[in-house]
């Protein structure tokens, strides 16, 4: 089975930190994704990745960046964590050429105070 | 505009009720057209896909529906469980590749016994 983990279930940060999430799987998937998720607005991309090193703004990429270093992981940074930027993160990969299924990891709730 | 748009919004039935899903969309190209399920708290499940060329497509007690020239799809559900109860999300995926989808903001079921 595919197993897309996300490094926390519940994160709770200060308007300015910094903040990391990390994204990890296991099946060796080309493509990665960030997804935020709002009650109302359905899921949302913010970047993805298709390869070690790469990134692609998705729809809504402002206030955040991303990192991949290793094909494995894939991190969401928030440079300076604003309340608007509370929401549930959702982690997903998929294999290129396979029907593009993306599996999810259980996600993140980040709440900004 | 790519859209996917579902209903209804949210439902409640009856355990052993079956129920139907809604889902229309407004996507050129079209590739797939995929129901997750997201149960609260958790990410989504991918439940079934279809093809431009599918018109039908089940998974146990879920059976989806695929009109590709009124371009809709209805995801029915048979004898309903408890368990049943999550969110349903309705995908379009705009070319092959898993980059270029396009989200339904989801229906919310709700099986009471």
């Known amino acids: 089975d595919v197993k897309v983990t996300q490094s926390s279930r519940y994160l709770v940060k200060r308007t300015g930190e910094k903040v990391f999430l990390e994204c990890v799987q296991d099946?060796?998937?080309?493509?990665m994704f960030w997804y935020r998720q709002d009650p109302g607005l359905g899921l949302r991309l913010i970047y993805f990745s298709y390869d070690v090193k790469m990134k692609e703004k998705g729809d809504i990429p402002e206030g955040y960046s991303v990192s991949r270093e290793k094909k494995e992981r894939f991190s969401l940074i928030l440079e300076s964590a604003s309340t608007n930027q509370t929401s549930m993160y959702l982690c997903?990969?998929?294999?290129?050429?396979?029907?593009?299924?993306?599996?999810f990891g259980p996600g993140t709730r980040l709440t900004v105070l | 505009k790519n859209q996917v748009e579902q209903s209804p919004q949210s439902l409640i039935i009856l355990e052993g009720k079956n129920c139907t899903l809604q889902c229309n969309y407004t996507v050129s190209p079209f590739s797939n057209l995929r129901w997750y399920k997201q149960d609260t708290g958790r990410g989504p499940v991918s439940l079934t896909i279809?093809?431009?060329?599918?018109n039908t497509k089940s998974n146990g007690r879920y059976t989806a529906t695929l009109d590709a020239d009124t371009k809709q799809s209805s995801l029915h559900i048979t004898a309903s469980q408890l368990s049943d109860s999550a969110s349903y999300i309705c995908?379009?995926?705009?070319?092959?590749?898993?980059?270029?989808?396009?989200f339904g903001k989801g229906t919310t079921l709700s099986v009471s016994s």
């Open positions: 279809m093809t431009f060329s599918e």
């Open positions: 995908v379009v995926s705009a070319i092959p590749g898993g980059t270029a989808l396009i």
């Open positions: 997903a990969s998929s294999m290129t050429g396979k029907g593009d299924t993306q599996y």
């Open positions: 099946m060796d998937h080309e493509n």
